[in-house]
Structures are given as structure tokens and as C-alpha cells.
């Protein structure tokens, strides 16, 4: 990826010229990363032997199902409809064998056109997509770039002049540079719709059509979802043709591995309660998630006051001090990161062993998407949801979502609301605190580094 710091890349030995073949693997003055492996699964499945390399140095040796199912597909130029949440590898899945075939292409794009453009929802989710499309393509001739807003568009508009292989981006700042003809997408021949569902759900439905009426109609789509709506099924019928249809995990059903714990509390006393939580696990990561921007920022700062160490990331946050944020808490520099639903899906950071639920989304579905950030790579995870009696309806909406009933882990079940079979008896230790909103806990937790971004 090509950032707005415009990362320093191997020269090619010359510039970029329309129309130019790219050398042959190993001409020039370029020699691939490392040795190609002639074999494995991944080349058995067609994909090029320098990202075959890359990814067998990453760890990536079998393919996962979704992997499985979608490579030989798309290798074979077909559409794919992926109904697949994060966490099962679907970003390799249409990544791997998408940069094969632009390297068999072997033409360098355009100015201001892009081979290939990935859309996501949110500008972290484009971000974790680009930093993984560069690591498969790492010594290849492929270039990716990403466009997101709350970066200078200055920057992407200059950038885009000279063309991009993949360009990775939301579709709001998209939509921007196109109307700036900054970036024309009529040699766009691949295109990749990642989390669709939560693109409609954050209601870029209409760009997305008007982005549609942009791209060539020979081309190949893939679009990825984790559920889907009515919408979605219209949307993909808009999009795709005769797609191959693969689907791992049915959709709102949340990973099994995901210890997963309701607790009763009144409002008053959430942050209280988050704290002897977050004072238990010390040195571990967590992820707490909020429903408002304000509420967010506010209980950041007060888990600062109180010597956790913790970042926010919410919408009223500039883009870098979310990427900043996110980087911290990436490499453990902070070990708590509060955020709206900005974050709920698509994040993968391993380390995550803790999500909670300080507010109860309003959406059932997000809560699966929370609760995904974390038992990943193998992990286990816990996911604990605060319930205050007025979100009793959210929880039920939530079982139902699932289909199944969190067990109680503290707290009591308001008498009225309790459901058959539960006998209304909490399980598990601990009350809920009484008393006085956000006190400070009983409990300290050990003072522990403070992260920059925590007072952004
Ligand atoms: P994704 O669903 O694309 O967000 O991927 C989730 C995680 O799974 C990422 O950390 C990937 O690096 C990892 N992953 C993807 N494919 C494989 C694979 N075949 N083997 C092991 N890990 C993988």
C-alpha cells in the first residue's frame, strides 16, 4: 500500500508509463523477497509462487474453508457471493487469487485508473485490508493504494494520477475523487465488496449504486457479507453474475469459542463494574464498546483518571488519531481501546481476549460483530455484556439474533422479564454494584502504562 506518507517502495527502474508491460519475474533490477515455493496447497489451488512465498512466511500454510471454496472460483474468473464473517480468512480468500490474476494481466494501470478496487465500510477495515493486500504482494509488481477520508485528498488525488493496481477504499471518499475526476473507474475489471451488509447498514446504498453504474459490465465481483438482508440479496443480484455461492458459518452465529457472559448492572454502575472486569486481566487486551461517540470518550477518560491504560475510537476522533489508537493497541501499547460500532466488525488483532458490551447495541446483529474481535487465530475469548434493566429488550433481541441465551454471570435478572427455563437466578459470581454512578473501583487495578492516544 501506498499510504499518505507515500511509503518508500523499490524503484522499478523507471517510470510509470501507460500500457507498459511489468518485467518478467525476476528481470530487472528486482529479485523477489524470497525463494518461491514451487509448491503447497495454496500453488496446487493456482496462486502466483512470489505471494505463495509471502504467505507461506506469514503462516498461512492450509487454506481455510472459505479459502477452499472461494479461490478455485475466483482463479477460474467466476463472481463469488461470500457469506462469511471476519475472522475466516476471507480477505486472502479474494486477495490471493485476485493479485494472481492482475500479475498474469501484466499491464501497469492507467493514470488515475485502478485495476481493482476493494470497498469496505469503515477506514479501519480498508487499512487492515491494505496492510494484508501488501503483505501477499510484497515483491511483486502490484501496487495498492488506499483512500479514506479524513486524509488529505490532495495527496490521494496526486497519487492517483499515475494509476494504482488495487486501490482499497470507502466508498464515501471514493465517491469524492471520482467527482474531482481524480479517479475513473472504466478499466476497473475486479471489484470486492467487503462487509456489504454493513455498508447498507451505514447507508451507503446509493453510492454504491452510483459506483456500480461507473465500472465496466465485464468485469468480476466478489462481494463478501456476514448476513444477508433482503437488501443485500437485491444488491448482489445488481452486482453479480451467476456467482459460485460459498458460505461458512451460518450468518449470526456467534464463534463458539467466544466465552460469552451476560451481567446485570444499573447504568450508574457499568463503569465501575468495567473496571474491576478490566483490573482482573491485567496485561491482556481488551476491546469495550459503547454506543454513542460522547459516552465513548467520556468512559476513555475516565479509565485513564482511574490508571488504565486506554484509547477511543469513535467517529469524532480524527483519522490519525485513530489509526494511532489502533496501532497502540495493536502492539499492547494500550491495553484497552474504547470504541463505537466503528469498530465492531472486520478489526483482527489476535490478542484480543476480552469484549465488552458496556452499552447493548440497538442493532442485534452487532453484537455477533462485537463479540468477533475477539477468540481469533485460535484463541479463546470472553465476551461479557452489560445489561441495565432498561436494555432488556436489546438482550432479547440479541438472543433471538443468536438463537440462543447468554448465561448470566452476574447481577440479578429483573424478576418480570426473566425468561422460562432460566428460573430468573443469576449464575456465576458477583452483584451488581449499588449506588452512585462511575465511583471509583473497590479495587484498583496496578497502575500500567499510559498510551499517548489515550488523551488525543
Ligand atoms: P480475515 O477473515 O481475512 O480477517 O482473516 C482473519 C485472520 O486469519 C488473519 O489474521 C489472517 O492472517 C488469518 N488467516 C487467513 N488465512 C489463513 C490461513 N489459511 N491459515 C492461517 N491463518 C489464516
Not at 530487472?28 to 496447497?41: F, K, Q, V, Y
Not at 433482503?230 to 455461492?245: A, F, G, I, N, W
Not at 449470526?252 to 457499568?270: E, L, N, T
Not at 441495565?388 to 429488550?393: F, I, R, S, T, V
Request: net charge positive; hydrophobic share 35%.
Amino acid at each position: 500500500m501506498e499510504n499518505q506518507n507515500n511509503r518508500r517502495r523499490p524503484s522499478r527502474g523507471g517510470k510509470s508509463r501507460p500500457g507498459h508491460a511489468y518485467p518478467a519475474p525476476n528481470e530487472g533490477r528486482r529479485a523477489p523477497a524470497r525463494d518461491p515455493l514451487p509448491t503447497g496447497p495454496f500453488a496446487d489451488m493456482g496462486i502466483d509462487p512470489r505471494i505463495n512465498a509471502n504467505i507461506a512466511a506469514m503462516g498461512l500454510n492450509k487454506p481455510t474453508p472459505i479459502q477452499d471454496q472461494a479461490i478455485p472460483a475466483v482463479v477460474g474468473g467466476r463472481d463469488v457471493l461470500g457469506l462469511a464473517q471476519t475472522g475466516t480468512g476471507k480477505t486472502a480468500a479474494f486477495g490471493l487469487p485476485m493479485l494472481t490474476r492482475l500479475i498474469k494481466f501484466g499491464k501497469k494501470p492507467d493514470p488515475k485508473t485502478c485495476r481493482a478496487l476493494i470497498l469496505a465500510p469503515t477506514r479501519e477495515l480498508a487499512t487492515q485490508i491494505a496492510t494484508n493486500i501488501d503483505a501477499y504482494a510484497e515483491g511483486t509488481p502490484i501496487r495498492s493504494f488506499r483512500v479514506v477520508g479524513g486524509a488529505s485528498i490532495n495527496v490521494q488525488t496526486e497519487r492517483m494520477s499515475r494509476g494504482v493496481d488495487v486501490l482499497i477504499a470507502t466508498p464515501g471518499r471514493l465517491m469524492d475523487l471520482i467527482e474531482r475526476r481524480a479517479i475513473d473507474l472504466s478499466a476497473t475489471t475486479y471489484l470486492v465488496l467487503d462487509e456489504a451488509d454493513q455498508m447498507l447498514d451505514i447507508g451507503f446504498i446509493h453510492t454504491l449504486r452510483k459506483i456500480a453504474r461507473m465500472l465496466p459490465k465485464e468485469r468480476q465481483t466478489l462481494m463478501f457479507s456476514a448476513t444477508m438482508p433482503k437488501l443485500m440479496s437485491e444488491l448482489s443480484d445488481t452486482y453479480l453474475t451467476d456467482p459460485v455461492k460459498v458460505a461458512v458459518n451460518p450468518p449470526g452465529k456467534a464463534a463458539d469459542k467466544i466465552d460469552q457472559g451476560v451481567h446485570f448492572v444499573s447504568q450508574g454502575d457499568k463503569a465501575t463494574l468495567l473496571a474491576e472486569y478490566l483490573a482482573k486481566h491485567p496485561g491482556e487486551l481488551s476491546m469495550v464498546f459503547g454506543r454513542t461517540k460522547h459516552g465513548c470518550e467520556k468512559l476513555s477518560k475516565l479509565l485513564d483518571k482511574w490508571g488504565f491504560s486506554v484509547a477511543a475510537i469513535h467517529g469524532n476522533k480524527s483519522q490519525g488519531q485513530r489509526e494511532r489508537a489502533l496501532q497502540a493497541f495493536r502492539k499492547g501499547d494500550t491495553q484497552v481501546l474504547v470504541a463505537t460500532d466503528v469498530a465492531a466488525r472486520g478489526l483482527d488483532i489476535p490478542e484480543v481476549a476480552h469484549v465488552y458490551n458496556y452499552d447493548l447495541p440497538n442493532v442485534a446483529e452487532n453484537y455477533v460483530h462485537r463479540i468477533g474481535r475477539t477468540a481469533r487465530a485460535g484463541r479463546d475469548g470472553r465476551a461479557v455484556a452489560f445489561c441495565a434493566p432498561a436494555e432488556l429488550g436489546e438482550l432479547r433481541a440479541i438472543e433471538r439474533a443468536m438463537k440462543s441465551s447468554i448465561t448470566v454471570i452476574g447481577g440479578e435478572v429483573p424478576a418480570a422479564t426473566a425468561p422460562a427455563g432460566r428460573g430468573g437466578a443469576p449464575r456465576g459470581r458477583g452483584k451488581p454494584m449499588d449506588g452512585g454512578g462511575n465511583k471509583r473501583p473497590a479495587r484498583r487495578p496496578s497502575r500500567q502504562p499510559r498510551s499517548r492516544q489515550a488523551k488525543a
